[in-house]
């Protein structure tokens, strides 16, 4: 049974100011997050892709641990593996160097571009003018998280003309040390959009839930939890049947925005004023 053709474009790429590395990715492929994207932060991040083989996420990830740059880590993986033809494969290492491959087997429209702290790359395309734009809204959106980032890049990429065969899935994979929940995991945003007939707008629509949920507002934004505020607070927890800001946030996933009764966060404020109206 041959394997299947992940016909996709992403982008590998980081933020070295905020130590974080990740990969973002859409194809005309059942839950693509599932194959292409790999990433290990102050290590580097990987896509693998054409017809993929997805021992190139662990094995590319071991030899940057052991200290070779993207360059070494390409030639090194596609050097051992016979099908390297049929393969696509883009890396960004720990100093954000770059590197990618594209098979000559690869199925056209198929091609890459590179940059600092990015490799953009994909096959079976309407055309070069998909990765150019991977690129260059890469290239022009310095100012954003590297998530926020990744996705306009996505979003640019479709708009340019994408996949030749369509969509159907999207992911983004972020990594940054201590970076995920509780500060208990590395993982600061992992989505995936597995079976969607508009996956990039729908991975859109999750990440802003998913900072809603996880992100953290300065703690200088915050609103201090006295006079007419605290009153407001109180009366719209007691509607709701809670005696606790605690308790009604841990019920709404929102305790990683909450710490005690002194202060509130702005946007777990607007929560409760949505569920409570």
Same mark, same amino acid.
């Given at each position: 049974?041959?394997?299947?053709?992940?016909?996709?474009?992403?982008?590998?790429?980081?933020?070295?100011?905020?130590?974080?590395?990740?990969?973002?990715?859409?194809?005309?492929?059942? /839950?693509?997050?599932?194959?292409?994207?790999?990433? &290990?932060?102050? +290590?580097? =991040?990987? #896509? !693998?892709?054409?017809? @993929? *083989?997805?021992?190139?996420?662990?094995?590319?990830?071991?030899?940057?641990?052991?200290?070779?740059?993207?360059?070494?880590?390409?030639?090194?993986?596609?050097?051992?593996?016979?099908?390297?033809?049929?393969?696509?494969?883009?890396?960004?290492?720990?100093?954000?160097?770059?590197?990618?491959?594209?098979?000559?087997?690869?199925?056209?429209?198929?091609?890459?571009?590179?940059?600092?702290?990015? /490799?953009?790359?994909?096959?079976?395309?309407?055309? &070069?003018?998909? +990765?150019? =734009?991977? #690129? !260059?809204?890469?290239? @022009? *959106?310095?100012?954003?998280?590297?998530?926020?980032?990744?996705?306009?890049?996505?979003?640019?990429?479709?708009?340019?003309?994408?996949?030749?065969?369509?969509?159907?899935?999207?992911?983004?994979?972020?990594?940054?040390?201590?970076?995920?929940?509780?500060?208990?995991?590395?993982?600061?945003?992992?989505?995936?959009?597995?079976?969607?007939?508009?996956?990039?707008?729908?991975?859109?629509?999750?990440?802003?839930?998913?900072?809603?949920?996880?992100?953290?507002?300065?703690?200088?934004?915050?609103?201090?939890?006295?006079?007419?505020?605290?009153?407001?607070?109180?009366?719209?927890?007691?509607?709701?049947?809670?005696?606790?800001?605690?308790?009604?946030?841990?019920?709404?996933?929102?305790?990683?925005?909450?710490?005690?009764?002194?202060?509130?966060?702005?946007?777990?404020?607007?929560?409760?004023?949505?569920?409570?109206?």
């Amino acid at each position: 049974m041959a394997d299947p053709v992940v016909a996709t474009y992403s982008i590998a790429a980081c933020d070295l100011e905020a130590k974080q590395w990740g990969v973002a990715v859409q194809s005309k492929f059942l /839950a693509v997050g599932s194959v292409v994207p790999w990433a &290990e932060p102050e +290590v580097g =991040a990987i #896509a !693998t892709q054409a017809y @993929a *083989n997805p021992s190139y996420g662990p094995k590319g990830l071991a030899l940057l641990r052991e200290g070779l740059n993207a360059s070494e880590v390409v030639e090194r993986l596609t050097a051992e593996d016979e099908g390297r033809d049929e393969r696509q494969l883009g890396i960004v290492d720990g100093e954000g160097a770059s590197a990618s491959w594209t098979g000559p087997g690869c199925n056209d429209w198929a091609g890459h571009r590179n940059g600092p702290c990015y /490799a953009a790359q994909g096959n079976i395309l309407v055309g &070069e003018e998909t +990765v150019v =734009a991977l #690129a !260059t809204t890469f290239e @022009a *959106n310095a100012q954003l998280p590297l998530a926020e980032r990744l996705i306009e890049c996505l979003a640019a990429a479709q708009a340019a003309g994408g996949d030749r065969r369509g969509q159907q899935s999207a992911s983004l994979l972020v990594v940054q040390k201590d970076g995920g929940y509780a500060g208990m995991s590395d993982l600061l945003v992992d989505l995936r959009v597995d079976d969607h007939s508009r996956p990039i707008q729908e991975l859109h629509r999750i990440y802003e839930l998913h900072q809603r949920l996880f992100g953290l507002s300065p703690r200088e934004d915050w609103l201090l939890l006295e006079g007419e505020l605290r009153g407001e607070v109180q009366e719209r927890l007691r509607r709701l049947g809670y005696d606790s800001l605690d308790a009604w946030a841990g019920v709404e996933n929102l305790e990683e925005r909450v710490d005690g009764d002194d202060a509130i966060d702005p946007i777990v404020l607007d929560a409760l004023r949505e569920a409570s109206s």
